[in-house]
């Protein structure tokens, strides 16, 4: 069985559409929303699909402890995470659980889905899909999984000890890390599922914020890791100008579970 999670604060507009998606998809699966007591139409959302979903509460203190609340309440042996504004395909969970099956030795996925946009798209939604393109083109050839469709088996998340408690982002960054620092290895698949771009500034300016302070406390944890040196070497920027973008975050203090 397939553990489907979703974590959810106040995300009303989108997560009627997307648990339906989840529900519609094809495949045995569980699903659960892990919810910040959110206070727009959440909770009235929530009671239409009672019996077909668990609903779980934490405190909104950080979304790797919001993750790990999920995962430990779930009980299949793969879990995919859905974010609240994102919508599955007919058959995403079902090209899921095949690729487990043909390939054994592959022990998480970053599953790719794509954007899409409204007829007539905004700035803000053109200036989001452009700033995730041009940073999935310049990321390393080895690249980790985004947790908007992150799937992994379970006992990878055992082994790493789940997710990092830290309130920033990035927690699915530094999974991916301690995964394939104990030797897990990654596969990546493309999906027809999608997510909606933010449709206001304000979003997305607090989306990148949140984005940039948990990327840099990953830096700060993983710069002197041979893995992640290697994949620094092997991103685009590097290979176009013979070295990296020199960023400090010497300055910074990381946050302590």
């Known amino acids: 069985m397939i553990s489907v999670i979703v974590l959810s604060k106040n995300n ?10 989840i529900i519609e998809s094809e ?3 569980e699903i659960i929303v ?9 909770p009235q959302i929530l009671r239409k699909y009672h019996g077909k979903i668990k609903v779980v509460y934490d405190e909104g203190k950080g979304v790797g402890i919001a993750r790990n609340i999920g995962v430990k309440h779930s009980k299949g042996d793969i879990i995919c995470f859905v974010d609240a504004d994102a919508f599955c ?3 995403h969970f079902i090209k899921i659980e095949e690729f487990f099956k043909r390939n054994p030795h592959i022990s998480f996925l970053n599953v790719i889905g794509r954007a899409k946009t409204s007829k007539n798209p905004s700035f803000v939604e053109r200036m989001e899909v452009a700033l995730r393109y041009s940073r999935r083109i310049l990321e390393s050839d080895l690249s980790l999984a985004s947790a908007c469709f992150m799937a ?10 789940g997710f990092w408690e830290i309130p920033y982002g990035a927690e699915d960054l530094d999974f991916s890390m ?15 599922s999608w997510y909606v771009p933010r449709k206001s500034f304000k979003e997305l300016f607090k989306e990148m914020c ?7 406390c990953w830096v700060k944890k993983w710069r002197n890791h041979p893995l992640a040196k290697r994949m620094y070497e092997n991103r685009r920027a590097f290979r176009i100008l013979g070295r990296d973008i020199p960023v400090s975050y010497t300055h910074l203090t990381l946050p302590t579970n």
Do not use: P, Q, Y
């Open 34 to 42: 892990v919810d910040v007591h959110s206070t727009d139409n959440t």
């Open 178 to 192: 301690k995964a394939l620092a104990n030797g897990w290895r990654m596969g990546t698949i493309k999906t027809d």
């Open 27 to 29: 495949g045995k699966k």
């Open 152 to 161: 992994f088996r379970r006992e990878v998340f055992r082994d790493v000890d």
């Open 210 to 216: 949140w984005w940039a302070k948990g990327k840099a």
């Open 12 to 21: 009303g507009d989108t997560l009627d559409k997307c648990l339906r998606s």
């Open 89 to 91: 395909s007919k058959d």
